[in-house]
């Protein structure tokens, strides 16, 4: 069983209620949700929360009631890690074991239903622990990006014998780009965090993997949305 999962909280101070905020005429958490309830490869969702308003949205879509999560993961400090894992566990008890575990952000609605296809066939061609969306990183520590010494003069935040002159010249880094995600079920329950294992990438093009932390970002999204609705 492909088990499709989204987590949002209730609480969020950048942008206050945005995963049930209206994006072009439905409410954000949708345009993820929406994706995996219509995915061919996905057997059964679950959306994870504290909300008692969107849970209830996500039931009567077609979600599994798999219950309200506990209040140990409703905190600013509650990492994803365990939210997937007390998902994951719910879901076994109910319907049995779990083949792989595909997460969706819901802050990321830009994702196009192929990335979740190229996701899963990453994932079952490499048999890796995770794959991770990822995105080329806009700034490189090679190159421009920069922190302070002791002193608190600038430097390169990862210097190299002979330095990097031209962006062309310095290594490939990618930017984990919170969008789409699978995980190998026996991973989730044995690891404690994302990169303990072997977690290989998914790469998206940058105008697909906008995450939304702030005002500026919805505004973003909600832009590029519109420029795609509009061909």
């Not at 439905?26 to 969107?54: F, N």
Request: aromatic share 8%; with cysteine.
């Amino acid at each position: 069983m492909i088990l499709g999962h989204i987590g949002v909280r209730k609480g969020s101070k950048g942008v206050p209620g945005k995963n049930f905020r209206d994006l072009l005429g439905k409410p954000l958490i949708d345009w993820s949700l929406e994706q995996l309830l219509a995915h061919p490869r996905v057997d059964a969702v679950v959306v994870s929360t504290d909300d008692e308003r969107i849970y209830e949205h996500a039931v009567a879509k077609g979600c599994l009631p798999m219950g309200l999560r506990p209040d140990s993961l409703a905190t600013d400090g509650a990492g994803k890690w365990g939210v997937w894992q007390h998902a994951l566990g719910v879901v076994e008890e109910m319907k049995g074991p779990v083949e792989a575990f595909l997460d969706l952000d819901c802050t990321s609605p830009l994702r196009d239903p192929s990335d979740i296809d190229g996701a899963l066939d990453a994932y079952f061609e490499n048999k890796p622990d995770m794959i991770m969306s990822c995105t080329e990183a806009r700034k490189n520590p090679y190159f421009n990006l920069v922190e302070p010494d002791q002193n608190g003069y600038l430097r390169v935040s990862k210097p190299l014998p002979g330095g990097v002159v031209a962006r062309q010249q310095a290594p490939t880094v990618w930017e984990h780009a919170a969008s789409t995600y699978v995980v190998d079920p026996d991973y989730l329950k044995r690891a404690q965090g994302l990169f303990q294992g072997r977690v290989l990438p998914y790469l998206m093009p940058p105008e697909r993997c906008v995450d939304i932390d702030t005002e500026l970002d919805f505004k973003i999204v909600e832009c590029l949305m519109k420029e795609r609705e509009n061909g």
